[in-house]
């Protein structure tokens, strides 16, 4: 299945939500009152009011067509410049997001690609996590190191780095902790691996932001403190098949330009894609004539 056919399948909730608003903006030439359902569709559509509002204005000052001034619109917002891959991928983010699952289709995407992939597992606190990883892991067909439960994940990273497969490989991934982005001393201790990553690999490292699509506005409030901590620089947005709040990934691309980098449309393990701003605006958006 092609990424646009997957990307379309995703979105299908919330293309759903906005179908009869969809067709009452798009019925007639533009007025005040298009723009005032257009508005109202993107509101809906947790596209979120600051987005929103670029978007009108631009469509305004632009005199554009109602729905090509749209399409173009999203997409000088969400075609981000994606930087160069980096060989050492941190993921962060809070419990439930789906963290530990993108690391495993993380790992079955880079081998697809004939890269030799290898994982550390820093969540040092749930021994549960150890155990999904590991499965996760042997699924792939991923060699690993997993972190004893009780230590410091900074050094478990370190090692993990210098270890003679953290050096030969193509991808390090690197899991850590859920934790809630409220708490201080999680969050230094995030900290703490980045710095650590950066040291041994200076220059070579990205920090990943797994986000719940379905949490809607709620993904701005934790990027927002993830920002302050360690930097993301790129967003994972998961559970996009479940949720209806799809227009999320426009909110967080306007107000943060951190690219989103991979989407997860599907419970399945090649059912993490890379996202792409075209296929995701044209899954969105009624067919333009």
Known sequence: MSIFAKISAGLGKTREKMAKTFQAVFGAGQDEEQLELLEEFLILADVGPGATQTIIQAIEDKDQDLAQG?????LNILDLDMGTEKKVKILVGINGTGKTTSVGKLCRRYAQQDQQVFVIGADTFRAAADMQLEEWCHRTETPFVLGKPGSDPGSVVFDGLNSARGKSADV???????????NKNLMQELEKIIRVAEKVCPGDVEVLLTLDSGMGQNAMEQMEIFRRWVNPTGIILTKLDGSAKGGIAVALAEKY???IKFVGVGEGIDDLIPFDAVSYVDSLLPPME
């Open 172 to 182: 390090v991934i690197c899991d850590t902790a859920g934790r809630l982005h409220v």
């Open 70 to 74: 749209l399409r173009s619109e999203l």
């Open 257 to 259: 330009k951190i690219p």
